[in-house]
Each structure stands twice: as C-alpha cells, then as structure tokens.
C-alpha cells in the first residue's frame, strides 16, 4: 500500500496547473523571466552519439550563450562525458550535472549505481541526476525505493542530487505524489519531473504538483528542495508560464537556480529569440542564434 | 542582491489589461421594447458606473410601470403575432443565431460585463460568456423536441409572457439562463436586468436585433426595485422568474400569490463546503478558493460556510493562510488579476457590516493585506476562524469575499451543521471515499451538491435551491420544463 496519506485530486489538480500556466507575464515580467529561465538552466545533451567535442561546444554555449545574457546553471551530460564538460566549464559559475544510475531506466544492480555516482562526482560532476527504480515502485517495494535513494544521497557525497521520478511512468497522480513524498524523506535535494525519454514528461499538473510536494515537506521539515522540470519544455511561452506555476506555488524565493532548474536542449534557442525581440523590439532570424 | 534575485523579484507581474476598444459604449441607453429602442416614458434615467473607478459609463433610461405595460404588451403582441405561430425548427434557428452572434462578440461582451460590474476579466472571458452563450446554443436544441422533453405530452405548449428579472453578479449569464429557455419553449420575455449592471443585457437586446428576432420575443427594460415590481404585478405576465435575494423573493411570492402567474425563484445560500480528513487538500484549497472567492463571493451558491474535519481543522487553515496571500487583488480588466472591484458602494458596505459583527461577536479575522486604490468598491479576502455557528456570520449571507470557518467531528455531526440553515442551494463535499461523499452527499438539503469540486456548471444540469434558496430549476430538462404547459 502506499504509505503516503497525501490524496490528489486530478479534475482539480489539473484545473488549477493550467490557471497558473496561463498567466500573463508582459513587459518587464517577461524579460525578467526570459533571464531566469535561463538562468535556471540545465543545458542537456543525452544522446548516445555525445562526443567530447559536441559536449565542448555545449558548454561554450551554456557559459555565454549571447552577449549580455546571463550564463546556463548547468550542463547535464552522461558520466562518460562529465570530464569533457568539467574541463570546459573550469572556472565558470556552470555547474556540471550528470545523470547516473543506469539512466534513463535504473534497472541495473544497485552497487553499479552506486559506483556510477561515485565515479561521476570523482571526475567532477557538481550535480546527479539519479532515476527512481519504477520496477521496485510499481510492484510496491517503497521501502526499498528510499533506502536506494538514500545510498545514493550518501554516495553523492558534497554534490547535489536530484532525483527523476520519470512521473509519465507512475500511472496517477497519487503514486507520483507518494513517489515525491518518498525522495524527499530519503533526502533528495530536487524534485526533478522526467528524464525527457518517454512520451509524457513535465506538464503543468505534474510541476504542481511536485511544487506541493516540496511546499508540504519544507513546512513539516523546514528543508527547502528544489524543483527541475524537465522534458518538452520548448518554447518561451511554456517556460514562463512554468515560472508563474512555481512563482505562485512556492514564492518567489524559489525562482533562483539553488531551487529551480529547467532541464532542455532547444529551450536556449527560443530563449534568446525572444530575449533578442524583448531587447530589440525586432525578432531575430534563427540564423543569428548561435546554436552548439 | 545577485542578478537571479533581482529577476525573480522583477519577475513581478506587468499589468497586463485587457483593451477595451472593442467596447463601444453609448451615452445613453433606452428601453428594447417592439425590437425598437425609446426612452422612458416620462424621459427618466439614471448612471451606470464602473465600480473599480466610479466613473460613469453610460446613462441609461429608468423604466416606469407604463414602460413595463407597453414592454408586456409588446411581449404579448410578440407572442400571438410571430413567436407561437412559428414552427419550432425555426425558433431553434433563431436561439442559434443568437448563440453564434454572442459566440462571435464574446470578448466585447466579457469586457463590457467587467466594466459594469467590476468582476475579473479572467471570470467574465472564461466562464460569463462560454455559460452564456453554452445556454443559448443547448436550448435551441431543444425547441423541435419539446415533445421528449415532457412525458406524455405530444405538443407542449408555452406559456405565453416570461418577466426575467436577473441580478447583477452574473448579469448576462442569468439573463441567458432564464431567456434560452423562455424562447425555446416559444414563450416571450420582459427581461429586466439589476439595476447596477444593465449594460450586457442591453448589448444582448443589440444581439437579438442583429439575430432578427420578431419584434416584441424579447424586450429589456432597465430600472431598479419599482421597475421589477411593476413587472412583477403586472396581469398579463405568464410567468416571473427571478434570481435576487431571499427578502425579495419573498415579496415576489407574496404579490404572485393568489394570481394564475408561475414563479420560478433562485435566492440566496449560505452554502456548506464539507472537509473530511481523507481529502485531497491542496485541491480543496483550491476548492475553497473557488467556492468563496470566485467572483469576490457574489455567488448565490457560494460555499460560503467552511467546515472542517476538526482533526484537519489546523493544518487546512494553515494552508488557506498561504494561499490567501498569493491571490491577486486589483483591476478587473487586469488579465491575472483574481479578486476584482465589489459591485457597489451598498454591497461592499453590508460586507464591512456583517465583518464587524463577527470581530465583535468573537471571531478571529484573518485578512489579505492590501490596500485598496482610493476610487472604487474594493474588499479584500478573508476568512473567519473561531466561528461558532451561532454568529451571524455563521448565518447570514455575507455576498462578498469573507469565508467562515467551523468545525465538525464526524459525518452526521457535518450533514445536521450544514442542514442546520434556512438556506439550501448548493454543498460541497470533499473526501476520497466514494462512499462518504454519496452517504453525505443524499443526506444534504441543498439543490446541488458538488463532490471534489465546486461551482462547476452546465446547462443540460438543473441548479436551484431548497427551503429559503428558492424553487423550481434553472438548466436541464426540469429548467425546460418551467417554460412549458405541461
């Protein structure tokens, strides 16, 4: 049985995900939330045909992605890519993140993914992104769920850990709340949506409710984790309305890469067009954005 | 402060408004009577004015009881000469027309509602019009298939002249929900709106115009309490329906009484919203917020008397505080604004009133802290703990933004606290049982009862109340049948 005792709700759930997304962010909130957006930034390449070279060329952009604008928070990259992007990003505010734990499915042993999270952090990696093991969620192994995370936390060492949910998998609203609910209790530093390889990933519902989530246990614990959304994130308008969602669940306070993050690949790309036309007044040809 | 704190703080909502340049609002209105505009009788009118401002909007004229006789009589005309002679296949082509019309100036009609009444843009885009015109569109449906709508009648007849007397904090949706019908079943209508919003319904008179109605199928004359009570009294009015306060309905019944006239009446509530302890809270807050704060709380249904599971009791209060402080007073016109401008002057005054009695009764207010702009009706989102159901603010309507909170220790103690009313039109009720929600849910006096949600509307649903809320039904097939000779 699911020991969390929080129930969800998804008419209502969903009713309010899509209010919040909707919000009208004009003028001088746009701009601002075209800067944090990328500010909050996890610039991510996850591909199997990821080379040193297209990881180098990734940093260079999350460092100064155009002139004036505000640097990436992050690049996330495979573990065999970390020392590429550590060696790229040396002496930056960019963080380096790596996904681990048999990403995307964690269906691997649990001492390789410890020792893929302990190599990972050796070779520099700022940041893990683990998977939750859905196999054990969904036939209602809880307890083992945590103490994963947990070993994993411990394994992090002084680097952050954010854990994948991968909710589109969970099947309702309920278990994904109870799947936060247990990467909290275990330690996790964000709540992070989906790993970006299935269908569904971060849609307004599922952000709300992961902020819920971290609002309940920040009240009960006084810990405030931090948020990623990940997946399908593409254009200016979603991620401003995601902005909105957070900014309104859980305060402004958390609109700081410290607490939230934006995991994307082509995000930058509208970004910096429409960061181009809140600057300029003109939109810009694709052309003139630089791209890795 | 480092660059990422300056943007969160400058990520600070821009005004975003709604223009109202596709509202063209006239000096003066008259009279829609015959399908011609005229000015009162003896030329009186008075101000509308937008209640976020006080500036004035529009003059519009003040119908006398010799105005409503020839709006009647019109009516009347309209009714033998055109309306009931036309087959019913065509009469749905003209409830279509209008449905599409108003479908097509829906943003005109949802700023000019904002204007007039000081509700948000937001409500009146999102929820005003699609109910209004959804009202329209579902009744013209209907009118070639009365016969399946009525048992055992073969041709149910209308029944003649319909006085529509509407309320001002839904002034075209109510107006939609009493004349869609009216129409479908052939019948003709006087329509008079409140005395503080009258400009939708004169838009919506523009709209039948536009439509080609027959002269006299529908007439609006503005005024105030004579005005309606002149239609009210007058002995070639089929049928009143009206949607106001209890203290009215009242006197509605008592003139009606003793005369052939049908009256349909849908008054005030002092609503339950249920909490058990297995709900899903972060939705019930949010149910809460729509079940009080909605339309500032001028909302007959509104769930306006909160109660709560008294082992719950704390920690959904808590969340509430939270929540109170995220929404967004101010101009209605503003796109993300979520509580807009009270009404009136009056209203907001009864609010301030009732708000008093409770601090002074003992108790505990907790408030939205904002300062309201010094030009208009503004007041702020509350809620009251350490009620107890004796106060006044247990019992009374309160028709504005201010919530009441008490608490209950199990379900038959909840159904006899949400019973123990002389009111009955809505309930909400919220657990994650099935089974609690149906045991409680038939246990309730109250004409709708809305489980894990509120306020949700749709025409083909009947809405009315029980005890002091009123009777008869608005929307569905009994709503329908309200319209016809059975």
């Known amino acids: 049985m699911i020991r969390s005792t929080a129930r969800v709700d998804a008419v209502t759930l969903e009713a309010r995900a899509a209010m919040l997304v909707a919000r009208s962010i004009k003028a001088d909130a746009k701009r601002a939330g075209i800067e944090l957006a990328i500010a909050c930034m996890d610039l991510t390449t996850l591909e199997g045909k990821d080379t040193p070279a297209k990881v180098r060329g990734l940093c260079a952009r999350g460092v100064s992605p155009a002139p004036g604008a505000p640097s990436v928070a992050a690049i996330c990259v495979y573990p065999n890519l970390v ?168 305060g402004p306070a958390w609109l700081t890469p410290a607490r939230f993050r934006i995991g994307a690949s082509s995000l930058l790309d509208d970004l910096l067009l429409q960061r181009e036309k809140a600057v300029t007044g003109n939109y810009g040809s694709a052309a003139y954005v630089a791209t890795a | 402060m480092s660059r990422a704190t300056e943007n969160a703080a400058a990520f600070a909502y821009a005004p975003s408004l709604e223009s109202t340049a596709p509202v063209a609002i006239r000096e003066r209105y008259g009279l829609f009577i015959g399908g011609e505009w005229a000015p009162a009788a003896d030329d009186r009118t008075f101000a509308t004015i937008n209640p976020a401002t006080e500036e004035t909007l529009a003059l519009v004229a003040h119908g006398s009881a010799a105005d409503v006789d020839r709006a009647v009589r019109a009516a009347r005309r309209g009714y033998e000469k055109y309306w009931r002679k036309l087959r019913p296949a065509e009469r749905a082509k003209y409830v279509y027309r209008i449905a599409r019309v108003l479908s097509e100036r829906a943003r005109e009609f949802a700023i000019l509602e904002t204007l007039d009444g000081g509700k948000p843009i937001r409500e009146s885009r999102d929820f005003d019009l699609p109910q209004a015109t959804a009202h329209f569109f579902y009744h013209a449906g209907w009118a070639d298939k009365l016969a399946w709508a009525v048992d055992g009648a073969e041709r149910p007849r209308p029944l003649g002249v319909v006085g529509a007397i509407v309320p001002w904090n839904f002034p075209l949706m109510i107006a939609a929900w009493k004349i869609a019908p009216a129409l479908a079943c052939g019948n003709t209508v006087v329509l008079k709106p409140a005395e503080t919003t009258p400009l939708t319904a004169l838009a919506l008179a523009g709209v039948c115009a536009e439509a080609d109605l027959p002269p006299g199928v529908v007439n609006v004359v503005t005024g105030d309490g004579a005005t309606g009570a002149a239609l009210v009294e007058h002995p070639d009015v089929d049928k009143i329906s009206f949607t106001g306060s209890t203290e009215v309905g009242k006197g509605i019944r008592r003139a009606t009484a003793g005369t052939p006239k049908r009256l349909g009446l849908e008054l005030g509530g002092k609503s339950a919203f249920i909490v058990f302890d297995d709900a899903p809270l972060d939705q019930t807050i949010e149910g809460i917020v729509s079940a009080i704060f909605f339309n500032a709380g001028h909302v007959c249904c509104a769930g306006s008397r909160l109660l709560l599971q008294e082992s719950i009791a704390e920690d959904v209060t808590d969340r509430l505080r939270l929540r109170l402080a995220s929404l967004r007073h101010g101009d209605p016109l503003d796109k993300n604004t979520d509580i807009g401008a009270i009404n009136s002057r009056a209203q907001r005054d009864k609010i301030a009133e009732l708000v008093r009695s409770g601090i002074e009764e003992g108790a505990t207010l907790v408030q939205h802290d904002w300062t309201p702009p010094e030009r208009g009706f503004w007041y702020p989102a509350s809620f009251f703990t350490n009620v107890q159901p004796t106060y006044r603010i247990a019992r009374e309507e309160i028709f504005g933004p201010v919530l009441s909170i008490l608490t209950f220790r199990t379900p038959d103690e909840a159904i006899e606290r949400a019973n123990n009313i002389p009111y009955g039109l809505s309930a909400g009720v919220w657990s994650s049982s099935g089974a609690l929600s149906m045991y409680v849910a038939e246990r309730l006096s109250a004409g709708v009862v809305w489980c894990n949600t509120f306020n949700r509307f749709d025409p083909s649903s009947p809405f009315g109340g029980y005890k002091e809320s009123g009777f008869g039904r608005e929307g569905g097939l009994t709503g329908l049948r309200a319209y016809l000779e059975t």
């Open chain 1, 83 to 250: 020392p590429a992007a550590v060696e790229a990003v040396a002496g930056r505010a960019v963080k380096v993140a790596s996904v681990a734990t048999a990403f995307p499915s964690g269906l691997s042993p649990l001492d390789v993914k410890l020792r893929e999270t302990t190599e990972a952090v050796a070779a520099g990696a700022h940041e893990i992104d683990m998977v939750i093991d859905r196999s054990l969620f969904l036939a209602g192994r809880y307890r083992a769920v945590e103490d994963e995370i947990r070993a994993v936390r411990a394994a992090c060492g002084g680097a952050t850990l954010k854990v994948i949910l991968e909710a589109g998998e969970l099947g309702s609203y309920r278990a994904i709340r109870a799947a936060c609910d247990i990467a909290l209790a275990a330690g996790a530093d964000f709540l992070k949506t989906a790993t970006g390889k299935i269908g569904v990933s971060s849609t307004p519902a599922i952000a709300l409710l992961l902020c819920e989530a971290i609002r309940d246990h920040a009240r009960l614990t006084g810990r405030e984790a931090g948020l990623k959304l990940a997946g399908g994130i593409r254009t200016t308008k979603s991620a401003l309305g995601y902005l909105a969602l957070v900014c309104e669940t859980l």
